[in-house]
């Protein structure tokens, strides 16, 4: 127990002396996750208006199917990303595997079934009416769907920010497409394994602590906007 | 030729597990320039009728001809040009987020235009100056019904379809739009006002269209329509007495 504790209080130490390497990895990992939720919200909320707005045989069928991919294990995705971008595979010639980018496409891949499926669920909930009065007005249909996501903006950065919580959180993928390079693809997650079964504590618990300390402050920003 | 022609129109709905007939073979003209006025009980089909007109819903049987343009079975692009050529004021209005302005100007905006004294001169029509900055899901009832007008008359449409234009507002209110109404119809512009409002329909009409149960059951002008003693009880349940 003391070790813990011990281990705890030099964790501490490490953060608030803004040691490089924790710093390091903090960025790195902000930077993929914030860049692959980005990507992600580009795609997936559009993408999710359209679904919502369109009749379509086979709707219920495929929202059905998005919402059961919320829990999509992530190592499957990283399986499959890998297969796709590993040298022999279809995009091997792009050279992303083992890259910040493979890693980034590959953890867009994983937000986007709870991106697009609560983008639905988000949009379902403007009213019938706000979008006649659009049509009405003359909108097209993307300008239809610009505007009822305006309307339902606080909602659809709700579903982005816990597609962006999803990526920072997630292993499977940083480790597989990213190979956990130091100093290149390390980040909080795959840093954490890491170091934990090295036995350097203190380092995993110093990242361990940001991870919570953001998904915390996401968790916030979650609650703030939703209470809105 | 008519501004719109609509021939044969039918229009059916599930209702449960029952398809219920809401518009049946329904004949009418629209002229440029004219105010008609469409009246009959409540869910006699005048919303549905407005709705298929604007293109908002697709009718099952018949054909909408806008400026000589067939618009069922049509493609989106040739839909989304006759659209943006009327304008329609919904019975229950809905405000965009934001202010005032925005909605007024959502229709220019979207048509990559942005008149700051069309705007203003809208909101003046509607007696609603000085109201540019003012959150529009604030606004009473009355105020947003008047908004959407200005949001319609914005775009100086050549079909203005109204639903029941005058149902949340003052007498005073009512009264400013009529008068913006008359003003269309002299500038050309064809009025399509579903209204329950007799006197009104009598002040303001030219031609008067009934629904009863989906169908015309008369059109005319309003006095040869209001005389008709048989089409009043059919319509009215006996309480056109007044008009």
Known sequence: MQEIWNGFLRAIDLIITLNPQVVEITTRSLFISLSSAFLAALICVPLGGLIELRRFRGKDALVNLIQTLYSLPTVTVGLIVFLLISRTGPLGSFGLLFTPSGMIIGQAILVSPIMIGLTITALAAVSVQIKDTAKSLGATEMQIIAVVIKEARQAVVAAVLLGFGRALSEVGVAMMIGGNIRGYTRVLTTSIALETSMGNLELSMALGMILISISLIINMLLNRIQGR | ?243
């Open chain 2, 1 to 243: 030729m008519a501004l719109l022609e609509i021939i044969d129109l039918g229009k059916t709905v599930p209702q449960g597990k029952v398809l219920v007939e809401i518009l049946k073979e329904i004949n009418l003209t629209a002229e440029r320039g004219e105010i008609l006025a469409l009246i009959g009980p409540t869910g006699s089909g005048k919303t549905t009728m407005l709705r298929q007109i604007n293109l908002l819903d697709e009718p099952d049987q018949g054909q909408i001809v806008f400026d000589g343009i067939p618009l069922v079975g049509a493609s989106e692009k040739v839909r989304l040009s006759a659209r943006r050529r009327m304008a329609m004021v919904f019975q229950k209005p809905v405000m965009f987020r934001g202010s005032v302005q925005g909605n007024v100007s959502f229709g220019l905006k979207i048509r990559g235009r942005d008149d700051h004294e069309r705007i203003l001169s809208a909101l003046d029509a509607v007696h609603l100056s000085g109201y540019e900055e003012r959150e529009a899901g604030t606004l009473s009832g009355g105020e947003m019904q008047r908004i959407a007008l200005a949001r319609a008359l914005v775009l100086q449409p050549e079909l203005l379809l109204l639903d029941e234009p005058t149902a949340n507002l003052d007498p005073r209110s009512a009264d400013s739009i009529d008068r913006i109404v008359r003003g269309l119809a002299r500038e050309m512009v064809a009025v399509i006002m579903a209204t329950h409002n007799m006197q009104q329909c009598r002040k303001l009409a030219d031609r008067v269209a009934v629904l009863v149960g989906g169908r015309l059951a008369k059109v005319g002008r309003p006095d040869d329509v209001f005389s008709d003693k048989e089409i009043c009880d059919q319509i009215f349940c006996g309480n056109s007495g007044g008009l």
